[in-house]
């Protein structure tokens, strides 16, 4: 009689034991399916780090001197020539367009406003301001300025001026971004950094009351020195239908550059002003 009745309750404990079991099984499986992937939160750094990065940055660069592929479109037609190209802090840039044979074919110096233009073959000599030239340029200088041209060139940008910002995290393009507004609410620049080390990538300048957009993008970041420096910087206008694309090919970073070269003076046989 103990026996059966140890060998009962050994069976109810038994089928207890299996049934508590499949229920715990099912719900296990059940919260599984309908449990979702948490993806971790982006830390997002001080829009204020960004800004200190780019003006140190910034800082690091103050003169640039070499060769230069240059693709683009002017005038309607797309084009591909050499360029010898020297920068200084804050605003002079030597612009020399190499020809087949090495020569130079049209030399551009800008100095602040000032401005020189020498075209050898077409006898064609101007001295004046980028505000007051007609000779039409591939980069419009009288909109965008010498300093901010400058600033581009030497893989850099300048920031306006604001009185807020917001920055966040691009997932599509590993990015963050921060905007910066102007106090009027005129202007706005967007500028697209990498996250791993803060690289400029892109800045984009929307100044609706001149109804103007200036986007200039950074890439193919290289080891100069002891700088990292984008050898290839893209500017575009979106009310233009001109873009520049610059490939630096062989270039010196902070060297000392004489303020004479940024002065063109005119050739004794060249009567035209």
């Known amino acids: 009689m103990k026996t059966g009745q140890l060998s009962a309750v050994s069976c109810q404990q038994l089928l207890f034991t299996i049934i508590h079991s499949s229920l715990f099984t099912v719900l296990l499986i059940t919260g599984c399916a309908a449990r979702q992937e948490i993806k971790p939160s982006k830390t997002l750094p001080a829009a204020g780090e960004i800004i200190r990065h780019i003006e140190e940055r910034r800082g690091k660069v103050y003169s640039l001197k070499g060769m230069a592929n240059i693709k683009g479109t002017y005038n309607g037609k797309d084009s591909n020539f050499k ?95 921060l905007t910066l507004r102007s106090p009027d609410g005129f202007k706005k620049q967007i500028i697209t950094t990498d996250t791993r080390n803060l690289r400029l990538k892109k800045s984009e300048t929307i100044d609706d009351e001149r109804r103007m957009t200036l986007s200039a993008t950074f890439d193919n970041y290289q080891d100069i020195g002891s700088l990292s420096f984008p050898k290839e910087i893209k500017i575009q206008f979106s009310n233009r239908p001109d873009t520049l694309q610059i490939n630096y090919e062989d270039i010196d970073l902070n060297t000392d550059l004489p303020d004479e070269l940024f002065v063109l003076t005119p050739p004794e046989s060249n009567n035209k002003q």
């Open 83 to 177: 360029e010898v190209l020297v920068v200084k802090r804050p605003s002079k840039i030597r612009a020399e367009t190499v020809g087949l044979f090495g020569n130079p074919v049209f030399t551009l110096a800008l100095d602040g406003p000032a401005l020189s233009i020498y075209k050898p073959e077409e006898n064609i000599f101007y001295k004046g301001s980028i505000s007051s030239h007609e000779i039409r340029l591939p980069i419009p200088l009288n909109e965008l300025g010498g300093e901010e041209l400058a600033n581009i060139l030497l893989g850099g940008i300048s920031l306006i001026e604001y009185s807020n910002n917001n920055i966040e995290f691009s997932e599509a393009k590993n990015s963050y971004i």
